[in-house]
């Protein structure tokens, strides 16, 4: 057939959103997800690219409490909860997101995601 195979599809969605392309992203991850293989890494990646655009932030809810479940290493579980937090925060629940934030505890390389919801809360 004409399609291309899932792991080159898993290879484009995965650049999508390193490359910030998350309407890209969002649709590959979908479509792998559709196809009821495992992927690891894909609905975590799915969820944060609907926080960042800000869509269907309750189903994007549901998956990082998915991912949080799984055993991660400690900087993963942070950045979840941050992810929470963040879609908490636009969501307009701004306690919620703030809970998540103290909870969360600082990494350096989730200092993006703390300023970004740091703002989102103190506006």
Do not use: W
Request: charged share 30%; glycine share 8%.
């Amino acid at each position: 057939s004409g399609r291309p195979p899932l792991r080159v599809l898993l290879g484009y969605a995965h650049a999508s959103f390193t490359l910030g392309d998350d309407q890209r992203a969002i649709e590959l991850y979908r479509r792998l997800l559709a196809t009821g293989g495992a992927f690891p890494g894909v609905e975590r990646n799915l969820a944060h690219a609907l926080v960042r655009r800000g869509e269907d932030l309750r189903e994007a809810l549901t998956m990082l409490g998915r991912c949080e479940r799984e055993p991660v290493p400690e900087l993963r579980q942070t950045e979840l909860k941050l992810l929470r937090a963040l879609a908490h925060a636009k969501l307009g629940e701004h306690a919620r997101a703030r809970e998540l934030l103290t909870e969360a505890g600082t990494h350096e390389p989730t200092a993006e995601l703390r300023t970004e919801l740091s703002q989102l809360l103190n506006h």
